[in-house]
């Protein structure tokens, strides 16, 4: 094991490095030509041998305002924006700012001078410093265009997404790149610098015609050179899957996701159905190829989204004309274990040399797609509409001209145009499509009637012109009589339902069908249709409607959409294997529900959904999370509340900490969101919690007895070297005492102070974790800024007393946060008799002047005899803010001044002074008292002042 550098020679160093950036970089930029030169040269050696981790902690101190001339420190900023294009500097970037943010609880290191190094096991990271950290690496420098600056960091960013340095930096790298750069328009929209340089290296991996690297014929291979050269390896095929899985995984951006996996459906399908899989390529290649396209299908919002894939189910490559390279993939050895992409002949396979080579996948392929659509599907509808759109293709193929004469018209327009003269008369296509149609009648009988109406909108004008002299030579009769069996004895059809006119023409069809005669083909289709008719005329004497089936007929449209909406919301939310994506847009469905006070939502369910995620470890869905909180409270501020309360306050003692804390800040936004209209019993229901919670005598049995097990096993882990220890623990211990040794003096005094500080937030005897005590503080302090009004005199003044009684009663370095929370408190207390006073609010109470004195008092002793800094300067800053709202408080309100200065200049505004002869019996106190206020007296008053 390496020894750590010293603090104190770290710091030495970073001085030393300092003074000599200052030194080279005034003598660089001054007045002396000859000095200039030799400095330029210099500086330029000492930036370049220097440490990406070193410059920039140093960097950083010497563009500090007044240490060197501004001409100097415009070069060092220009210096240190350019950092990141280093062959590490983004990963420099990133350890630097994470290291040093304030947020950060470990940068005290930092701050005191201790080297920033690469972490081994992940960063400590935080949300405030990754969008710091985002901010910096996704805005191109004044020195260096958009173009440049990207295709600098993208290697290194791509290279963090790979994994290697860890699975925290991976999800680092997609945030940047996802949010930072492919999230902005200016640089994340096609043909812009930063989709050219992190988009199309993904999608070029998959597809190879992608991207503006293929469109200006970069990427052409001369195939009479070789006519099967390798465009991507598998290496780079697999890298693209897998950087692609990662970086929409990481990034919960449904909109991001459909415009990168858009262009590259029809890979992701050739590799997810890849026929005859090893495993090793099921799993580079198969599976994230899968997830991929699953994710996409999901949140896609075409009702036809999976028609491509089913019109071009055998899809190995790009062989179109217009498209430079054409290319295919192939399996690169007979195992099956990887899957290059390699030039493709210009002449396509004609469609019955396709079926002849390639007919033994048409099943295999086939049975994908169905377990694809039950996988994705969460509606029959969305079956059903695969279903009618697939249909409707088929018969437009085998009858083009035809018109159902119930104005449905079998080729739309838009689709002829779709459908190419070629393709219209493609026995290949006919048969995919055929074979689809028997796979989905087979699988999903009872979804395919999931719209009966077009079903039988369909049958019917097509049934209406069937020719009884073709009836052995039409295909489509059985077909036909499949599809209306379906409909008409599913649970849900009912014949008073249906269209009249519809179900006429249908009948008339059958009746016709019915008195046909032949061959056996054609007997056996006529008593079918016979059987058909006579179920169709009797259907509805067969089965008494309930009354459920008439509340949903009775139900309005816009509530059948909701009900869907909720329906599909609720299961991208809760199904076990939803990816990021997936679940953020169920929360946005549900988020557009919630906004339009839709009457199919489950308040208490969803609620109780909300928090069930809520204690996920998942920041990006969490803060979606706490946004659906706070639109629930508008409608439902008490059961919102109180669920929230409930889970932050676990009176049964099962969650972590950090769960409680992610609730904490939920009802924290919740009771900013409410504002003024946090009042009543919400109000009075979340301060005594929160009080409570923050208070010192909370006892929680659970946690002593977790604690006391705890102490237990330290104390037998502290006597395990004992004579007859095994080997093993001797060693254990001995490993123990040398990681110790290699620490110096300056070290391991820090590390004391800060495992005792760490060790004390826990709060030893079964009592409140100091953590979720600062919180409730703190969350307290927000309500009395928002509305001190509805929290009332009783919880205002608890909470002050609460707050005095923490700074006086428990100094310990470990409660630092604590009492920092209870100072901002108390700030939060004086403003919002402030804030009140000056609206012209009566609020009913106020400070005495006692309680004056006395916060005054206990806040300077706490500033000047306090451990922690933060500490003494809250205390210093709420004893300025308390001198001045005394002396405000002299002064009338801003909506008294203006009319008592201008009618008695100035002086009927003193406290404890009444000019005004028309308000004579009106005494005005010199402060507010935490009683009621007392009422004019009914006969004026004579006061002696002194």
């Known amino acids: ?151 600098g960091i993208a290697p290194q960013l791509l290279s963090l997404l790979d994994g290697h340095d860890g699975l925290e930096l991976a999800k680092v790298a997609a945030y940047v790149i996802g949010f930072g750069i492919l999230g902005r328009k200016s640089y994340g929209a096609p043909g812009t610098p930063g989709w050219a340089n992190f988009a199309e290296p993904m999608l070029c991996s998959v597809d190879p015609t992608t991207g503006r690297s293929a469109a200006d014929g970069s990427r052409i291979v001369d195939l009479r050179k070789n006519a099967a050269a390798v465009l991507v390896s598998e290496d780079r095929v697999a890298e693209g899957l897998r950087r692609l899985q990662t970086l929409i995984i990481s990034h919960p951006n449904p909109g991001l996701t459909r415009r990168l996996l858009h262009p590259v459906l029809l890979p992701l399908w050739a590799l997810s159905s890849w026929t005859n899989a090893s495993k090793k390529c099921e799993e580079n290649y198969c599976l994230p190829a899968r997830n991929l396209l699953k994710i996409y299908l999901k949140i896609s919002t075409a009702p036809d989204k999976a028609m491509p894939i089913v019109r071009d189910l055998l899809f190995e490559g790009s062989r179109d004309s217009g498209k430079q390279p054409q290319w295919q993939y192939q399996a690169t050895d007979e195992s099956q274990n990887n899957i290059c992409i390699v030039s493709a002949p210009s002449t396509p396979l004609r469609a019955g040399e396709v079926l002849q080579t390639r007919w033994n996948e048409i099943g295999p392929k086939s049975n994908a797609l169905v377990d694809l659509l039950a996988e994705i599907s969460t509606d029959d509808e969305d079956i059903s509409s695969v279903f009618l759109d697939l249909f409707s293709r088929w018969l437009s193929a085998k009858k083009p001209k035809r018109n159902t004469g119930s104005g449905v018209v079998l080729i739309k327009e838009e689709d002829a145009e779709d459908r190419k003269p070629d393709l219209a008369s493609n026995p290949l296509v006919d048969v995919l499509e055929g074979t689809m149609l028997q796979k989905m009648m087979e699988r999903f009988p009872e979804k395919l009637a999931g719209r009966p109406d077009h079903i039988l909108e369909l049958v019917g004008g097509l049934l209406s012109q069937v020719d009884e002299t073709t009836l052995a030579e039409d295909e489509t009769v059985p077909l036909l009589m499949s599809l209306l069996n379906l409909v008409i004895t599913s649970p849900g059809f009912r014949r008073a339902k249906a269209d009249a006119t519809i179900l006429r023409s249908i009948e008339d069809g059958l009746a016709k069908i019915s008195r046909a005669s032949g061959p056996d083909s054609v007997d056996e289709t006529a008593k079918t249709a016979k059987n058909l008719l006579m179920f169709l005329k009797f259907r509805d004497e067969l089965e008494e409607p309930s009354s459920t089936e008439g509340n949903v007929a009775a139900a309005s449209q816009q509530q059948i959409e909701d009900r869907k909406t909720y329906a599909l919301a609720i299961s991208y939310i809760t199904q076990a294997d939803s990816p990021p994506p997936v679940r953020s847009e169920g929360l946005n469905l549900l988020q557009i529900l919630i906004l339009a006070s839709s009457s199919v939502l489950d308040i208490p369910a969803l609620l109780v959904m909300m928090s069930s995620m809520l204690d996920e470890n998942e920041d990006y869905v969490n803060l979606r999370v706490i946004k659906i909180f706070t639109l629930l409270a508008d409608k439902h501020p008490k059961s919102t509340t109180r669920e929230l309360l409930d889970h932050y306050v676990d009176a049964a003692e099962m969650k972590r900490v950090d769960s409680r804390l992610r609730f904490g800040e939920a009802l924290l936004q919740v009771v900013q969101h409410l504002g003024t209209t946090f009042a009543g019993e919400t109000a009075q229901q979340v301060g005594q919690a929160l009080l409570e919670t923050a208070g010192r005598r909370g006892h929680r049995p659970k946690t002593e007895a977790k604690q006391a097990r705890e102490e237990r096993m330290r104390d037998l882990k502290a006597n395990r070297k004992r004579p007859g220890a095994s080997i093993d623990e001797e060693d254990e211990s001995e490993d123990v005492d040398m990681e110790d040794a290699l620490l ?131 205390a210093l800053d709420v004893i300025e803010s308390l001198e001045n709202w005394q002396m405000t408080s002299l002064l009338p309100p801003a909506s008294e001044s203006v009319a008592s200065s201008t009618s008695y200049g100035g002086l009927a505004g003193l406290a404890g002074l009444s000019l005004n002869p028309a308000n004579v019996g009106t005494t005005t106190s010199a402060s507010p008292s935490l009683a009621t206020a007392r009422s004019p007296a009914t006969r004026p008053r004579i006061e002696e002042i002194e």
Not at 58 to 81: D, K, S, T, Y
Not at 99 to 115: E, I, K, L, M, Q
Not at 816 to 836: E, N, P, Q, T
Request: glycine fraction near 8%; aromatic fraction near 4%; avoid cysteine.
């Open 1 to 151: 094991m390496d020894a750590a550098v010293p603090i104190s020679e770290a710091r030495e160093a970073r001085k030393t490095l300092v003074e000599s950036l200052v030194d080279l970089g005034s003598a660089a930029l001054g007045p002396n030509a000859a000095e200039r030169n030799a400095a330029q040269q210099q500086l330029s050696d000492l930036l370049q041998r220097t440490p990406t981790m070193a410059l920039l902690p140093a960097l950083n101190v010497v563009i500090q305002p007044g240490r060197v001339p501004e001409m100097v420190r415009a070069e060092f900023m220009g210096q240190l924006a350019m950092l990141p294009l280093r062959g590490d500097g983004v990963r420099g970037t990133l350890e630097f700012v994470f290291s040093v943010h304030p947020s950060n609880p470990n940068n005290s290191a930092a701050a005191a001078g201790a080297p920033v190094t690469p972490q081994k096991q992940g960063a400590q990271i935080t949300l405030e410093a990754l969008k710091m950290a985002t901010r910096l690496l996704a805005s191109p420098p004044a020195r260096a265009t958009a173009e440049d600056w990207f295709r």
């Open 744 to 874: 110096t003096d300056e070290e391991r005094k820090r590390n004391e102070i800060l495992g005792r500080i760490v060790e004390g937030w826990g709060s030893k005897q079964g009592s409140e974790d100091v953590r979720i005590r600062a919180s409730a503080l703190s969350i307290l302090a927000t309500g009395i800024d928002v509305n001190i009004a509805g929290l009332g005199a009783t919880l205002a003044s608890g909470a002050v007393d609460l707050s005095l009684h923490i700074l006086t009663m428990e100094p310990e370095l470990e409660k630092g946060i604590l009492r920092r929370a209870a100072i901002i408190l108390i700030l939060s207390f004086v403003r919002a008799l402030h804030d009140a006073r000056e609206a012209g609010r009566r609020l009913g109470f106020g400070l005495t002047s006692q309680s004056q004195d006395d916060i005054l008092r206990i806040l300077r002793y706490v500033a000047g005899t306090d451990e922690d800094g933060l500490v003494k300067q809250h």
